[in-house]
């Protein structure tokens, strides 16, 4: 069964920085390409950040450029979203996804984490 997990969520000032982690089991995790999406409370879930499969390709959406990181770790099965200068804009629910594809461009996601709060304070 393969599984996404992620942690690292929480609340926070303006101006701050979180990571989240995503552990991947159950597929190997070095194959395939990793994407973070997030949703806002009342919005459809929107593409953040993908890695292709060795960590060599990575691509952004334009609201999160310069702030966050996405890179991943295939010892160890994780792929990380270092965020900084967060704004209250990014307040959402992060997921993590597993690609069916080693390079993200497909843009097909079959496996998805149950998700973690991010909260930017004002």
């Known amino acids: 069964q393969v599984q996404l997990v992620e942690s690292g969520g929480g609340l926070v000032q303006a101006g701050g920085s979180l990571r989240l982690s995503c552990a991947a089991s159950?597929?190997?995790?070095?194959?395939?390409?990793m994407g973070w999406f997030r949703q806002a409370p009342g919005k459809e879930r929107k593409f953040v950040a993908a890695?292709?499969?060795?960590?060599?390709?990575?691509s952004y959406t334009d609201s999160v450029k310069g702030r966050f990181t996405i890179s991943r770790d295939n010892a160890k099965n994780t792929v990380y979203l270092q965020m900084n200068s967060l704004k209250p804009e990014d307040t959402a629910v992060y997921y993590c996804?597993?690609?069916?594809?080693?390079?993200?461009?497909?843009?097909?996601?079959?496996?998805w984490g149950q998700g973690t709060q991010v909260t930017v304070s004002s």
């Open positions: 890695i292709n499969w060795s960590g060599g390709r990575t």
């Open positions: 159950g597929r190997t995790f070095s194959r395939y390409a």
């Open positions: 996804a597993m690609s069916s594809y080693s390079d993200y461009v497909m843009g097909k996601y079959d496996i």
